[in-house]
C-alpha cells in the first residue's frame, strides 16, 4: 500500500513542477504585460504602442501583482486543486490598479485600460481609477 502514497505523492510533486514552470516561464510567452511574480514582462510590440507615462503605468500595475504575492498566492490555489474564481480575479487587478495609483499612475493606467480595455470589467477598472484621479 505504500507504494501507492508514493505514486500520489510523485504525481503532485510532478503536478506542483509543472505549475512552477508554468509560473516562471509562462508570462514569457504572453502578448500582453504580465508578472511571474519575479519580475515584469511587457512584450516590445505592447510597448511600443505607450507612451513612456503609460508604460511606467502599467509596470507599477504589474509590480502591484508581486508586492500583493497574487502570483504565489494564486500557484498555491492551483497545487492544491482549488478552482481560480472570478471574483479572485478582480479583486488582485483592483488591488494591482489600486498600487499603481497609490505610487501616482492612476490617470496614465486609466489611459492605458481606455485604449485597451476588451472587456467591461476593463472598461469597470478605468472608471474606477479616473474616480479615483478626480
Ligand atoms: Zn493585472
Redesign the pocket.
Known amino acids: 500500500m505504500i507504494w501507492l502514497a508514493q505514486f500520489v505523492a510523485w504525481l503532485w510533486l510532478t503536478w506542483v513542477f509543472w505549475n512552477v514552470l508554468q509560473m516562471v516561464f509562462g508570462p514569457l510567452l504572453m502578448d500582453a504585460p504580465?508578472t511571474n511574480g519575479l519580475w515584469v514582462h511587457m512584450p516590445k510590440a505592447f510597448r511600443a504602442r505607450l507612451t513612456d507615462e503609460e508604460a511606467a503605468a502599467v509596470v507599477a500595475?504589474?509590480r502591484?501583482?508581486i508586492v500583493r504575492l497574487h502570483v504565489p498566492r494564486n500557484l498555491v490555489m492551483r497545487c492544491l486543486f482549488l478552482p481560480e474564481s472570478r471574483e479572485r480575479y478582480e479583486r488582485?487587478?483592483l488591488e494591482?490598479d489600486d498600487y499603481a495609483a497609490a505610487h501616482g499612475h492612476g490617470l496614465a493606467l486609466y489611459h492605458v485600460l481606455t485604449r485597451f480595455a476588451r472587456t467591461p470589467f476593463d472598461q469597470a477598472r478605468a472608471r474606477r481609477l479616473l474616480a479615483r484621479s478626480a
Open positions: 504580465c500595475h504589474e502591484g501583482h488582485f487587478e494591482a
